[in-house]
């Protein structure tokens, strides 16, 4: 530390810089931690307070690029730049090896350490000034080992590459000719994204081949503000997660012996993501040798063929598809860090909003509205029977038939609005004599439909098998990684699942043909392959629908395999499949008039009934029982056309029943996971890979419930929508979020620009984000009663908004401070403090009121105290009911206590309330200090406390404030001996963390804490 004062101090002298030091936890294996402080440095003597074994990171201002390395056993980097914290990121913040920018004078010399400077030179550098060797204890090296420095200046080449920039191509990646990777001529290591796809690719292609997982994302936008700076060109600041650098090491120790690094991540946009940041954090590592040859391969299936198929055709990273990346988590980013922050302050207890996630829940709450004010009308329908006698059969024939036109005027759904109508057309029809008056005859080709993507597998898979979005994907991904089959392989099932294409390679197409046309014969196979167009707006199609892997391998042969939901998933996928390949199916279909003499009167009757089954035969194959409907529908509609084509025109017809039915018109229903999927690819919104993961956030935040499959909005949901809408337009608009899509979209195309998308967009957000970082909570409040006043104040009695309590004050809308959503206050607070209940809200649709017994109207007058003549109340608070002695008055609290432990709250009567206001009580001092010993209430019985230690008594101990001290001493020396044998859990006794005799016991978390924790943990000091 001495030799690192002296050369800071003198470093700090030869230049009129800023010197900042920064200090960076150690961690295990040299592995970085996160930044501790950041303060100017002025004096070399402050190094006496640096922690012992600290990394340290200077950085100095308003010098030019010039680069110092200093190469030592714990490979410390001595770096020059004219902006300190963006050089940190340029040089690698973050990673194993510690940066200090340092200021050297133009010769390249450093006075501040004596001994002997030695030349060498290093590859991507030039101009080598001097090198320099201290056998002193210099950066961690051993003492008597040697130092070696590099000082060269950084042409713009170099600065480019080193700074995050290897997704660009250089002018001799640009002329590279790429070779084939198989057959292996040397070692690779391959990297893909799972342990499960890095097992079965390893079966594949043997020991020339070293395959390692990432595990998803090595690193990501620290979850902090400030990780994306629009004021440093859209600057990013990564977090690596630690469990990354021990995957990266082990990528590190694989590459010491290898030629080739091949980077197979997922074929889409997040896998491109993937590899570029890999390459990335081996950069600046350097770990990765000039040799060493780095490739992109992408495969769409995890097949042996498609796996050395993808090897013969590398290639480098799409520097599109990584601006586009880029650029969607910087947007991402700057809404979810902007808004999310506003709306804690201004609607505390909801805690986040983002792009896609706003725009799935406007649409939710949309719906809402639209259901809250459509209004039913009533309309009726009538339904009749009609009979014939079969002259062949002892049985009638029975025709069911609907009222089609009336007084010879065509009916329309609302055309009967009353019971006096249909009571009045039944008269008519009643009386009056029918006959067959036409029978048309047509056929129909219905076509098969396309195959998957990623939106509507999701959507049958909710339909059909009752799967939530999140958990489809999450089997298919099982899938597609690779399952172990008997007696073979472990081998993927499926293509990749996140995909928007509707096409399957020739190869495939022509292998499903073969197979359908030996399964069920040759015209049931389509004469040529079946393509498909898109539908989807702004739909990539980078990669094929989802499909098996191999047709052959039937949903029959994998029983035993796979579990009961990963079959149902294949089965959809492979019946799917097989269809999209066949013939369309022939469907003929009847129609039948019946009228009486003038036709003023007409009743329909229709069927239909499939002569060609083409494409349904492979949802009617065995294969396919386990996701069948039920045929009995089908055996109906048969018998049907049967007796509908048997009738002929002029044919009398005899009236057997008629039926008046009541409706009233519905409200469009709320969306299901599955329909809200459907909409949200319609206008644009999100893509494949985020529709399961934007349903499921809107559930983790309470935004959005399920029940029955439905999506319901919750209260706080629909506050948050309304928030956005009223003062960010744009971030719930769904126009806009979809032409996002679009231009994001351009951005992997490499049609616009990604930083200035960027930079167009947050001129505009920003000046929202300021906006209404001016507005007012009481403003907030206003306009959230405003929007839904007429829901808030329905269940007041009769429709008053005068306040019950001081009958001078007004009702109005009040978010919560506490977060558990809103509540109808007095205007009137803090003088009065009276809190209405409504029946509208997430807390009444979740309980029942006649079920819940806790329904109290509080403040609740339980009656006075016989002792002082004061009020015993029961009240309300942020954390529960609880009962007090006397009422509010200012520089006064009263004496209260919790009823946390009755569930009955309605129940409590005066004599429990005063049962419960005796605590805490004293019970006596401790014989050995002397220290009082107080006996106090517990959520579960009651607890002890003597000075800093705590004991819980179970309630069945039945102690009360009349025990004698000395009934209490044994428990008091048990509880004693507990706290040293570590056994005591003290709850919220926070002098505890601040006492220094005490701080090395704390303990939270497995590690030392210094500050308030809600519980601690004492432990045995080591000395």
């Given at each position: ?299 769409n299936e995890i097949t042996e063929s498609s796996i050395r198929s993808a090897l013969q055709t590398p290639r480098d990273i799409d ?641 009360t404030a009349s025990i004698d001290l000395s009934v209490l001493q044994e428990r008091l020396t048990n509880m004693i001996n507990m ?45």
């Amino acid at each position: 530390m001495a030799y690192v004062r002296q050369f800071l101090s003198t470093a700090a002298a030869s230049t009129s810089c800023r010197l900042f030091v920064m200090f960076q936890k150690r961690t295990v294996q040299n592995q970085p931690g996160s930044c501790l402080w950041c303060s100017p440095f002025e004096s070399a003597d402050k190094l006496e307070y640096f922690p012992r074994k600290a990394r340290i990171r200077l950085a100095l201002s308003n010098i030019q690029p010039k680069v110092l390395r200093v190469k030592s056993e714990q490979k410390f980097h001595l770096l020059r730049s004219d902006a300190p914290f963006s050089a940190l990121r340029q040089f690698g913040y973050g990673s194993s090896n510690t940066a200090m920018l340092i200021n050297v004078s133009n010769s390249g010399l450093i006075s501040c350490l004596s001994s002997t400077f030695y030349v060498s030179s290093r590859r991507s550098f030039s101009q080598v000034t001097r090198v320099v060797s201290n056998r002193n204890n210099y950066g961690g090296a051993k003492k008597g080992g040697n130092v070696e420095v590099t000082v060269a200046s950084v042409d713009n080449k170099v600065s480019h590459r080193r700074q995050s920039h290897v997704i660009g191509k250089t002018k001799s990646q640009e002329q590279k000719t790429w070779q084939q990777l198989y057959p292996p001529t040397s070692k690779s290591v391959m990297i893909v994204e799972s342990a499960t796809k890095a097992k079965v690719i390893q079966g594949y292609l043997g020991n020339m081949f070293e395959v390692l997982p990432s595990y998803g994302h090595v690193r990501d936008l620290a979850a902090r503000s400030g990780s994306v700076r629009p004021d440093d060109d859209f600057s990013m600041v990564w977090e690596v997660p630690s469990t990354a650098w021990t995957h990266l090491k082990g990528i590190k120790v694989a590459l010491s012996g290898a030629e080739n690094l091949i980077l197979a991540s997922d074929p889409d946009r997040e896998g491109e993501a993937i590899a570029w940041h890999i390459i990335e954090m081996l950069q600046q590592q350097d770990a990765l040798r000039e040799d060493i040859n780095v490739a992109r391969v992408v495969f769409n299936e995890i097949t042996e063929s498609s796996i050395r198929s993808a090897l013969q055709t590398p290639r480098d990273i799409d520097a599109n598809l990584v601006h586009a990346y880029l650029a969607r988590r910087a947007l991402d980013y700057l809404i979810g860090f902007n808004i999310s922050p506003l709306l804690w302050r201004k609607l505390p207890g909801c805690p986040s909003a983002g792009r896609v996630q706003s725009a799935a829940l406007a649409l939710i709450c949309d719906r809402e509205k639209e259901i809250d004010e459509f209004k039913a009308q009533e309309y009726w329908t009538i339904e009749v029977e009609f009979h014939k006698k079969d002259p062949n059969s002892a049985n009638s024939i029975s025709l069911a038939s609907h009222l089609t036109h009336c007084d010879s005027r065509k009916l329309n759904q609302l055309s009967i609005s009353s019971f006096l109508e249909a009571k009045d057309i039944e008269r008519k029809i009643t009386t009056s004599k029918f006959e067959v008056i036409s029978s048309k005859t047509s056929k129909s080709r219905r076509n098969p439909p396309p195959p998957y993507i990623t939106s509507t597998l999701q959507q049958d898979a909710a339909n059909k098998l009752n799967f939530q979005a999140s958990y489809t994907m999450k089997v298919a991904q099982k899938l597609y990684e690779g399952v172990q089959l008997l007696n073979d392989k472990a081998t993927g099932l499926i293509t990749y699942v996140r995909t928007d294409g509707l096409h399957i390679s020739d190869e495939a197409a022509k292998d499903v043909q073969s197979f359908i046309m030996e399964k069920y014969g040759e015209n049931f196979a389509s004469k040529s392959k079946r393509k498909y167009f898109k539908k989807v707006k702004n739909a990539q199609e980078a990669h094929e629908a989802i499909r098996p892997t191999d047709i052959r391998r039937l949903p029959s042969m994998l029983v035993g395999v796979l579990d009961e939901d990963s079959l149902k998933l294949y089965t959809l996928i492979w019946s799917r499949t097989m269809a999209c390949q066949m013939e369309p199916a022939i469907i003929e279909q009847i129609q039948l008039d019946i009228g009486n003499a003038d036709q003023s009167i007409v009743f329909q009757s229709t069927c239909s009934r499939v002569t060609f089954c083409g494409f349904q035969a492979a949802y009617e194959d065995s294969e396919t029982d386990r996701i069948r409907c039920d045929e009995d529908e089908q055996n109906f509609h048969s018998e049907m056309y049967e007796t509908l084509s048997n009738l002929k025109s002029r044919q009398p017809l005899c009236l057997s029943k008629v039926g008046l039915d009541q409706h009233y018109t519905q409200p469009q229903p709320r969306y299901s996971e599955g329909s809200l999927i459907r909409k949200l690819e319609e206008l644009g919104i999100g893509r494949p890979s985020t529709y399961a993961t934007t349903i499921k956030v809107l559930k983790d935040r309470n935004y959005v419930t399920t029940r029955s499959r439905i999506l319901h909005p919750e209260f706080r949901g629909r506050m948050v929508s309304a928030f956005l809408s009223h003062y960010f337009s744009e971030v719930t608009d769904y126009s806009f979020t979809a032409d996002m899509e679009t231009e994001l979209d351009n951005v992997s195309a490499g049609l616009t620009e990604w930083k200035g998308l960027l930079k167009d967009y947050w001129t505009r957000f920003s000046k929202y984000c300021e906006q209404t970082s001016n507005v007012r909570i009481h403003q907030v409040e206003k306009m959230l009663e405003k929007t839904f006043g007429d829901f808030l104040f329905a269940s007041l009695p009769s429709g008053s908004r005068t306040c019950a309590s001081c009958l001078e004050g007004t009702l109005i809308f009040k978010v919560s401070r506490f977060g558990s959503g809103y509540f109808i206050g007095c205007d009137q607070h803090p003088k009065c403090k009276y809190i209405a209940k409504t029946l509208y809200g997430e807390d009444d649709e979740q309980v029942d009121p006649e079920n819940n017994k806790n329904n109290v109207e509080e403040p609740k007058l339980l009656g006075l105290n016989p002792g002082s003549n004061e009020k015993v109340l029961l009240k309300k608070g942020p954390y529960g009911f609880y009962v007090q002695l006397g009422e509010d008055r200012k520089e006064y609290l009263p004496k209260r206590a919790s009823v946390s432990q009755i569930k009955d709250v309605d129940s409590i009567t005066l004599e429990v309330a005063l049962d419960l206001l005796r605590y805490p009580v004293t019970l006596g001092n401790h014989p050995d200090d002397d220290q009082p010993v107080v006996l106090k209430l517990a959520k579960v019985g009651f607890s002890i406390r003597h000075r800093r230690t705590i004991a819980s008594v179970p309630k069945a101990s039945d102690l009360t404030a009349s025990i004698d001290l000395s009934v209490l001493q044994e428990r008091l020396t048990n509880m004693i001996n507990m706290v040293d044998s570590n056994n005591i859990l003290v709850k919220e006794c926070v002098p505890l963390c601040y006492l220094d005799e005490c701080v090395r016991h704390c303990a939270f978390n497995s590690s030392n804490f210094g500050s308030k924790a809600k519980e601690i943990s004492l432990r045995i000091c080591s000395d």
